[in-house]
């Protein structure tokens, strides 16, 4: 057996997102999204598992199990319900939560956008909107100036490239569903402005907060021939939003699994055509989109790969490959995983992604890369977007006709290193901290 110590201060923590725990997020677009006939979602979020009224509960027992940081989200669309129009009782809501956060002994990691928008600026367009980067900097405000000196971490917008891929170009289900370049590019401009004006606007505000975005990275694999293709998709779905951070804190790190693209060699200088050539390239768009679709169904994988539900590769390692990318990108920059988990219905499973995952990860802190905490995806079982509640994240269980909670082996696992800082591995050939 090996023990590995993890830094000192190290912030170990579990993490949510408001939508996706809260229920009656009735001001949101997915809200609308989730009900509207021929809606892509499996299911409705409704109640959820009521964590806009448990928080408090939900905090002590998240501290209870030894973790020391809670990643949750500030809804927009509850604090501004109506352009303009900020809701003192909202904002009063998460002020307690923050304080009931503090209160149990965790840190709060707080998220100004975990992919909803207020439902009347999905009406004008949403991130393609041109007014929304500064509407957004004016609800971060609102939000910094209520929670004051309570809160040291922010993290604006998550998983830029996400919301981009996902919803403008039509990748995931997610909305407002529009699938072409020009719906995508505009986006993407809406969301690095908003993320810069709520940066800068934060750190004006509270200048010894840190301040950053998240972002979803995968470890990217291919052969020859498929080197072209994850080039692109890479800078399409992460360098783009990764350099638009140089002036940020901190990198939020999240990472499920591995892509691989295996093409055949001569196909390689003609993707490096097709690339390069706009009028091509609005072919190949849509083939990426629905590459990714099948994915995100479930369908990929190939024989003989280990798949999560989400029909994922079991990937841990993962997490490495993408921490050492980002600090190449940016180096010294601190960087915090903010996401690291999966879906699975047999918890041994997500004890030894954790444990694979956290060895990695302790391997690259080894070899001097400033990451500063490991926050797991996700505390709670809960709504999985598009996917509804079939998708089981949590180190913690919901019934959700009682909302009762039972911790799962995997929480009490988590909680421990958290508590300890450190994590014991046997020395099986093959694990990555065996050597
Ligand atoms: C998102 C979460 C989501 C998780 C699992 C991340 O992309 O930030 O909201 O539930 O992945 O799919």
Sequence with gaps: MTELAFPPGFLWGAATAA???????GNSDWWKWELQPGSPCREPSGRAIDHYRRYAEDSQLLASLGFNTYRFSVEWARVEPAPGEFDPAQLDHYVRMVEAVRGAGLIPFVTLNHFTLPQWLAAMGGWRAPGAPALFEAYCRRVAVALGDRVDWYCTINEPGVVAFGGY???????????DLGSWKRAVAGLLAGHTRARDALKELRPTARVGATHSLQEWESNAGGRPA????????????????DRDDFLGIQTYTRVRVELPAVVEPLLRVVLAAPPLLRLAVPLLVRRQERRASGASGGPGVRLTQMGYEFRPEALAATVRRAATLHPGKPI??????LATADDTERIEFISRGLAALHQVIGAGLPVQGYIHWSAFDNFEWVRGYSMTFGLIGVDRTTQERTVKPSGRFLGEIARTGRLTIANAPGHPAAG
């Design 230 to 245: 994850i080039e692109f998709a890479r800078r399409l779905n992460e360098d783009v939003f990764l350099e638009a951070c």
């Design 19 to 25: 939508h996706q725990v809260e229920g009656d997020n």
């Design 336 to 341: 915090v995983v903010t996401e690291h988990g």
């Design 169 to 179: 170009l039509g990748a995931f289900g997610f909305p407002p569903g529009t699938r």
